[in-house]
Protein backbone atom coordinates (compact mmCIF):
# COMPACT_ATOMS: atom_id res chain seq x y z
CA UNK A 1 0.00 0.00 0.00
CA UNK A 2 0.72 3.49 -0.23
CA UNK A 3 3.43 4.83 2.48
CA UNK A 4 2.04 8.43 2.30
CA UNK A 5 -1.41 8.84 2.98
CA UNK A 6 -4.24 11.98 3.81
CA UNK A 7 -5.90 12.78 6.46
CA UNK A 8 -8.76 13.93 4.66
CA UNK A 9 -9.74 13.24 0.80
CA UNK A 10 -11.62 16.96 0.79
CA UNK A 11 -12.09 20.23 2.49
CA UNK A 12 -13.79 22.71 2.13
CA UNK A 13 -13.20 26.31 3.50
CA UNK A 14 -14.38 30.41 3.44
CA UNK A 15 -12.27 32.27 0.63
CA UNK A 16 -10.37 34.49 3.83
CA UNK A 17 -9.92 31.76 5.89
CA UNK A 18 -6.98 29.70 6.42
CA UNK A 19 -6.16 26.47 5.34
CA UNK A 20 -4.85 23.03 6.92
CA UNK A 21 -3.48 20.03 4.53
CA UNK A 22 -2.32 17.36 6.47
CA UNK A 23 -0.14 14.12 5.46
CA UNK A 24 0.87 10.95 7.21
CA UNK A 25 4.09 8.92 6.21
CA UNK A 26 5.49 5.67 7.50
CA UNK A 27 8.98 5.84 6.49
CA UNK A 28 11.05 6.90 8.94
CA UNK A 29 13.72 7.48 6.67
CA UNK A 30 12.10 9.74 4.51
CA UNK A 31 14.55 12.74 4.46
CA UNK A 32 12.52 15.07 1.76
CA UNK A 33 8.96 16.06 1.29
CA UNK A 34 7.38 18.17 -1.28
CA UNK A 35 3.53 19.86 -1.56
CA UNK A 36 2.27 19.63 -5.10
CA UNK A 37 -0.93 21.57 -6.84
CA UNK A 38 -3.09 20.23 -9.40
CA UNK A 39 -5.58 22.33 -10.78
CA UNK A 40 -7.84 19.91 -12.62
CA UNK A 41 -6.98 18.90 -16.26
CA UNK A 42 -3.21 20.06 -15.83
CA UNK A 43 0.39 18.74 -14.19
CA UNK A 44 1.36 18.67 -10.45
CA UNK A 45 2.91 22.39 -9.17
CA UNK A 46 5.31 22.78 -6.82
CA UNK A 47 4.68 25.13 -3.72
CA UNK A 48 6.86 24.62 -1.29
CA UNK A 49 9.14 21.32 0.49
CA UNK A 50 11.15 20.97 2.99
CA UNK A 51 14.08 18.62 4.22
CA UNK A 52 14.09 16.37 7.59
CA UNK A 53 16.66 18.73 9.18
CA UNK A 54 13.80 21.48 9.71
CA UNK A 55 10.31 21.43 10.89
CA UNK A 56 9.13 24.65 9.44
CA UNK A 57 9.37 26.47 6.11
CA UNK A 58 7.48 29.15 4.89
CA UNK A 59 6.69 30.98 1.89
CA UNK A 60 4.44 32.55 -0.02
CA UNK A 61 1.12 32.33 1.65
CA UNK A 62 2.04 28.37 2.66
CA UNK A 63 3.75 27.15 5.71
CA UNK A 64 4.89 23.07 5.41
CA UNK A 65 5.49 21.69 9.22
CA UNK A 66 7.09 18.22 9.50
CA UNK A 67 6.79 16.55 12.70
CA UNK A 68 9.26 13.46 12.42
CA UNK A 69 8.00 11.86 16.21
CA UNK A 70 4.43 11.33 14.35
CA UNK A 71 5.68 11.51 10.91
CA UNK A 72 2.99 13.93 9.90
CA UNK A 73 2.95 16.47 7.59
CA UNK A 74 1.10 19.92 6.66
CA UNK A 75 0.25 22.25 4.82
CA UNK A 76 -1.65 25.22 6.08
CA UNK A 77 -2.42 28.09 3.38
CA UNK A 78 -3.39 31.80 4.83
CA UNK A 79 -6.08 33.64 3.41
CA UNK A 80 -7.36 31.12 1.06
CA UNK A 81 -8.46 32.45 -1.93
CA UNK A 82 -10.98 30.76 -5.23
CA UNK A 83 -7.62 30.45 -6.81
CA UNK A 84 -6.75 27.91 -4.48
CA UNK A 85 -9.08 25.62 -5.02
CA UNK A 86 -7.46 21.91 -5.98
CA UNK A 87 -5.88 19.38 -5.73
CA UNK A 88 -3.10 19.28 -3.26
CA UNK A 89 -0.33 16.49 -3.08
CA UNK A 90 2.68 14.98 -0.23
CA UNK A 91 5.28 13.73 -1.89
CA UNK A 92 7.81 12.04 0.15
CA UNK A 93 11.48 10.89 -0.97
CA UNK A 94 12.85 8.33 0.47
CA UNK A 95 16.06 7.71 -1.58
CA UNK A 96 17.40 8.29 -4.82
CA UNK A 97 15.17 10.20 -7.00
CA UNK A 98 11.42 8.25 -6.57
CA UNK A 99 9.00 9.68 -4.69
CA UNK A 100 5.95 8.39 -3.21
CA UNK A 101 2.65 10.62 -3.47
CA UNK A 102 -0.43 10.31 -1.79
CA UNK A 103 -3.65 10.28 -2.99
CA UNK A 104 -4.41 13.93 -2.14
CA UNK A 105 -6.59 16.44 -0.97
CA UNK A 106 -9.13 18.04 -2.57
CA UNK A 107 -9.67 22.01 -1.47
CA UNK A 108 -12.72 23.32 -2.45
CA UNK A 109 -12.83 27.72 -1.14
CA UNK A 110 -16.36 29.03 -1.02
CA UNK A 111 -16.71 32.29 -1.95
CA UNK B 1 11.54 29.86 -20.03
CA UNK B 2 9.95 26.77 -21.11
CA UNK B 3 8.44 24.29 -18.65
CA UNK B 4 8.53 20.27 -19.09
CA UNK B 5 6.73 19.87 -22.39
CA UNK B 6 4.57 16.87 -23.30
CA UNK B 7 2.74 16.03 -26.54
CA UNK B 8 0.30 15.16 -27.50
CA UNK B 9 -1.79 16.50 -24.98
CA UNK B 10 -4.69 14.21 -25.57
CA UNK B 11 -4.29 10.53 -27.46
CA UNK B 12 -6.95 8.26 -28.32
CA UNK B 13 -5.95 4.82 -29.11
CA UNK B 14 -7.93 1.78 -30.34
CA UNK B 15 -7.11 -1.88 -28.26
CA UNK B 16 -4.08 -3.42 -29.44
CA UNK B 17 -2.62 -0.03 -30.83
CA UNK B 18 0.18 1.42 -29.73
CA UNK B 19 0.12 4.64 -27.94
CA UNK B 20 3.82 7.37 -28.26
CA UNK B 21 3.90 9.83 -25.42
CA UNK B 22 6.58 12.33 -25.68
CA UNK B 23 8.60 14.65 -22.98
CA UNK B 24 11.00 17.55 -23.50
CA UNK B 25 12.14 18.12 -20.00
CA UNK B 26 13.25 21.54 -18.68
CA UNK B 27 16.12 23.32 -20.30
CA UNK B 28 19.10 21.84 -18.94
CA UNK B 29 17.19 19.11 -17.10
CA UNK B 30 19.04 15.88 -17.36
CA UNK B 31 16.49 13.69 -15.87
CA UNK B 32 13.25 12.17 -16.73
CA UNK B 33 10.31 10.87 -14.72
CA UNK B 34 7.47 9.02 -16.11
CA UNK B 35 4.14 8.77 -13.65
CA UNK B 36 0.78 7.59 -14.26
CA UNK B 37 -2.25 9.13 -12.46
CA UNK B 38 -5.48 7.33 -12.37
CA UNK B 39 -8.73 9.31 -11.93
CA UNK B 40 -9.16 10.68 -7.90
CA UNK B 41 -5.31 8.72 -7.29
CA UNK B 42 -2.11 9.93 -6.71
CA UNK B 43 0.92 9.74 -9.32
CA UNK B 44 2.29 6.39 -9.31
CA UNK B 45 6.09 6.44 -10.26
CA UNK B 46 6.83 4.27 -13.33
CA UNK B 47 10.64 4.92 -14.60
CA UNK B 48 12.95 7.48 -14.22
CA UNK B 49 15.97 7.75 -16.75
CA UNK B 50 19.13 9.95 -17.46
CA UNK B 51 19.89 10.61 -20.96
CA UNK B 52 20.89 7.27 -22.80
CA UNK B 53 19.98 5.18 -19.17
CA UNK B 54 16.93 3.63 -17.51
CA UNK B 55 18.07 4.20 -13.87
CA UNK B 56 14.98 3.03 -12.05
CA UNK B 57 12.15 0.89 -14.17
CA UNK B 58 10.69 -0.09 -10.86
CA UNK B 59 7.25 1.30 -11.27
CA UNK B 60 7.05 0.25 -15.02
CA UNK B 61 5.04 -2.87 -16.03
CA UNK B 62 7.43 -5.80 -17.53
CA UNK B 63 5.27 -6.31 -20.21
CA UNK B 64 4.38 -3.58 -23.48
CA UNK B 65 5.54 -0.60 -21.33
CA UNK B 66 9.18 0.92 -22.34
CA UNK B 67 10.74 3.98 -22.23
CA UNK B 68 13.78 6.11 -23.59
CA UNK B 69 15.69 9.20 -23.27
CA UNK B 70 17.79 9.62 -26.35
CA UNK B 71 21.08 11.65 -26.36
CA UNK B 72 18.93 13.83 -28.49
CA UNK B 73 15.64 14.37 -28.73
CA UNK B 74 12.48 13.99 -26.18
CA UNK B 75 11.98 11.05 -23.85
CA UNK B 76 9.19 8.38 -25.24
CA UNK B 77 7.00 6.37 -23.19
CA UNK B 78 5.60 3.71 -25.32
CA UNK B 79 2.51 1.73 -25.10
CA UNK B 80 2.23 -1.72 -27.36
CA UNK B 81 -0.80 -3.22 -27.70
CA UNK B 82 -2.58 -0.61 -25.52
CA UNK B 83 -5.44 -1.95 -23.59
CA UNK B 84 -8.64 -0.60 -21.65
CA UNK B 85 -6.86 -0.38 -18.44
CA UNK B 86 -4.06 1.77 -19.91
CA UNK B 87 -6.31 4.75 -19.83
CA UNK B 88 -5.13 7.20 -17.92
CA UNK B 89 -2.71 10.55 -17.19
CA UNK B 90 0.69 10.11 -17.71
CA UNK B 91 3.20 13.17 -16.23
CA UNK B 92 6.63 13.54 -17.19
CA UNK B 93 8.78 15.65 -14.43
CA UNK B 94 12.39 16.65 -14.61
CA UNK B 95 15.20 17.79 -12.04
CA UNK B 96 17.87 19.45 -12.60
CA UNK B 97 20.65 17.44 -10.64
CA UNK B 98 20.87 14.65 -8.39
CA UNK B 99 23.67 16.21 -6.50
CA UNK B 100 21.71 16.73 -3.45
CA UNK B 101 19.99 13.28 -4.25
CA UNK B 102 16.92 15.04 -3.91
CA UNK B 103 16.54 17.68 -6.37
CA UNK B 104 13.01 19.50 -7.03
CA UNK B 105 11.13 17.62 -10.06
CA UNK B 106 8.99 19.82 -12.29
CA UNK B 107 6.17 18.24 -14.10
CA UNK B 108 4.38 18.54 -17.38
CA UNK B 109 0.90 19.08 -18.45
CA UNK B 110 0.18 15.54 -18.95
CA UNK B 111 -0.90 12.64 -21.91
CA UNK B 112 -4.54 12.02 -21.25
CA UNK B 113 -4.75 8.44 -22.83
CA UNK B 114 -8.37 7.17 -23.84
CA UNK B 115 -8.29 3.18 -25.09
CA UNK B 116 -11.42 2.37 -26.70
Known amino acids: GESVGLHLPTLSVQEGDNSIINCAYS??????FIWYKQESGKGPQFIIDIRSNMDKRQGQRVTVLLNKTVKHLSLQIAATQPGDSAVYFCAENISGNQFYFGTGTSLTVIP | NAGVMQNPRHLVRRRGQEARLRCSPMKGHSHVYWYRQLPEEGLKFMVY????????ESGMPKERFSAEFPKEGPSILRIQQVVRGDSAAYFCASSLSTRTNTDTQYFGPGTRLTVL
Open chain 1, 27 to 32: NSASDY
Open chain 2, 49 to 56: LQKENIID
